[in-house]
């Protein structure tokens, strides 16, 4: 994928924590019991923080691109999406059968930070 384009997945997602967490805190205060409002605003934790490292990665790859830093990236966006996607989801009532879906986006995460120390150690450059 182009690096236009990991830039606007990454920009999208910023813009989306930000109106994510606005309406948890202003939209949905009042219509979420506090479990379901605590489970929204640990989605958008999630997805801000790893919004900010894909931001990170992506400097790193115009500097310094490697082997392993766009499989970080893929991890972290399908964790992101599954993760924070399914808790945004049960917030809202969606079906229970989300509920395992919510630690495989942990999983995926996870793999991804383990990936980024793996890429980190062996600095093998990407081909060009």
Wanted: charged share 10%; aromatic share 10%.
């Amino acid at each position: 994928m182009p690096s236009r384009l990991l830039w606007l997945a990454v920009a999208l997602s910023g813009l989306g924590v930000v109106i994510l967490g606005a309406w948890g805190a202003h939209g949905l205060a009042d219509r979420l019991d506090a479990q379901a409002l605590n489970a929204w605003h640990t989605g958008v934790r999630y997805q801000a923080w790893h919004t900010l490292a894909f931001m990170m990665i992506l400097i790193w790859r115009e500097v310094v691109p490697l082997v392993g830093q766009r499989f970080v990236l893929g991890l972290w966006g399908i964790g992101v999406v599954l993760f924070s996607g399914s808790l945004y989801l049960l917030a809202l009532g969606g079906p229970a059968l989300l509920g395992p879906i919510t630690p495989l986006g942990g999983l995926a995460m996870m793999a991804g930070w383990a990936m980024l120390g793996v890429t980190a150690l062996r600095r093998r450059p990407e081909p060009s």
